[in-house]
Nanobody, 125 residues
Framework: VHLVESGGGSVQSGGSLRLACFAS????????MGWFRQAPGKEREGVAF???????KYVESVKGRFTLSLDNAKNTLYLQMDRLTPDDTAMYYC????????????????????WGQGTQVTVSS
C-alpha cells in the first residue's frame, strides 16, 4: 500500500486549495481513509474521514469549509479546502486503514495502518 499526497501550498486567508491522495496497492473504496493534520507544537488532528461504506465525517472546525471526496476510478481521495484561515496551517497527511471505519479507528485512538508522506499547507493572514 502506498499513499502519495499532493496539492499543498501557500495561500492567503480566505483562499482555497485541493489536496489529493493517490492510493496504490489496494482498491481505495475497500479501505477507510482520511486526512489528518499536524501544526508545529500541536498534536495530530483528524480532519475528515470516509468509511468503506461511503460515510463521511468532518472535525467541527472544518465543517462547511472542507469537502472530502473519493474518485474510485482514479483511486484518489480529495480534500477541497475553502475559506482557509491561518489556523488551517499544518502538514496534512493522508491515511488508510483496512478496518471499515476511520471514524472508529480515530475514536479508539488507534493509529491508521498506512500513511502518506504529507503535504504542507500554509495560510497567511
Amino acid at each position: 500500500v502506498h499513499l502519495v499526497e499532493s496539492g499543498g501550498g501557500s495561500v492567503q486567508s480566505g483562499g482555497s486549495l485541493r489536496l489529493a491522495c493517490f492510493a496504490s496497492g489496494y482498491t481505495a473504496r475497500t479501505y477507510s481513509m482520511g486526512w489528518f493534520r499536524q501544526a508545529p507544537g500541536k498534536e495530530r488532528e483528524g480532519v475528515a474521514f470516509i468509511d468503506d461504506d461511503g460515510t463521511i465525517k468532518y472535525v467541527e472546525s472544518v465543517k462547511g469549509r472542507f469537502t472530502l471526496s473519493l474518485d474510485n476510478a482514479k483511486n484518489t481521495l480529495y480534500l477541497q479546502m475553502d475559506r482557509l484561515t491561518p489556523d488551517d496551517t499544518a502538514m496534512y497527511y493522508c491515511a488508510a486503514d483496512p478496518r471499515p471505519s476511520m471514524t472508529t479507528v480515530q475514536a479508539l485512538g488507534v493509529t491508521p495502518m498506512f500513511w502518506g508522506q504529507g503535504t504542507q499547507v500554509t495560510v497567511s493572514s
